[in-house]
């Protein structure tokens, strides 16, 4: 599997994401600078997490008109998967590529621990090395993770399987204790009309090395994920 992860002033995770890409795939992805305006022939993009421009503006807004995003828009209307976490998934939204917006947590505080995510679908790309309904357990860092689409479109979004992830508690009880930032109806995670486009506020490439795994916490949960990138794409 041939994959880019596109960087941006202020991107500090493209290297996790690398690493857990080439730990499934056991090909390293190109990073690409957002000055670039054209990709390489790949089978996944990538925009991770970070704070692409300092997130002035609106978290996402300004590297949304970087010049690379033209091209990512470009190949993900021709159906190349792309897959944006946290700062990737506010990006995805501003560049309308995905609906809603992320707004600030209900907290106003920055939100860095584990959360469980309940898994909605394994009948993506992304999600077929998990069962419906399992429970997965990764980090969040994000100030601006809350999730808002007016009541229209979550109801397609839930009516059409968009949904990816929810925040949940342990026994994937959809508790509001356990929504780590308002998300409406609890969403973590969406996928675009074809489920091509994924975008997903907690970090799973930060869940796939056994080394980060100890008596603190931790865990590989989120290794799924990218093994099922890798069979679906290679």
Same mark, same amino acid.
């Given at each position: ?19 857990a ?9 190109? %990073? ?11 089978? %996944? ?33 021709a159906?190349t ?11 995805? +939204? ?9 707004? +600030? ?48 479109? %979550? ?11 929810r ?57 799924? %994920? ?9």
């Amino acid at each position: 599997m041939k994959s880019a992860v596109v960087v941006f002033p202020g991107t500090n995770r493209e290297h996790d994401i690398a690493d857990a890409i080439e730990r499934a795939a056991g090909a390293r992805p190109q %990073l690409i600078w957002h000055r670039e305006t054209d990709l390489p022939k790949v089978d %996944l993009i990538v925009l991770p997490g970070g704070f692409a421009y300092g997130d002035y503006l609106r978290t996402g807004a300004i590297a949304a008109r970087s010049p690379i995003m033209h091209e990512v828009v470009r190949r993900a209307e021709a159906g190349t998967p792309v897959i944006g976490v946290c700062n990737g998934f506010q990006i995805l +939204c501003e560049a309308g590529l995905l609906p809603g917006v992320m707004l +600030c947590n209900a907290s106003l505080h920055f939100a860095c621990h584990d959360v469980h995510l309940k898994v909605e679908t394994s009948q993506s790309l992304f999600t077929q090395h998990y069962a419906s309904g399992a429970v997965i357990k990764v980090p969040i860092a994000h100030h601006d993770g809350n999730y808002y689409a007016d009541e229209a479109t %979550l109801d397609r979004l839930e009516g059409e399987g968009q949904v990816a992830f929810r925040y949940c508690a342990p026994d994937g009880a959809l508790d509001p204790a356990a929504n780590p930032n308002g998300s409406a109806r609890s969403i973590a995670g969406i996928f675009n009309r074809t489920k091509t486009v994924l975008g997903m506020m907690p970090h799973p490439e930060n869940a796939t090395d056994p080394a980060l795994v100890g008596a603190g916490g931790g865990s590989t949960d989120g290794i799924g %994920l990218f093994r099922s990138m890798v069979d679906a794409l290679a």
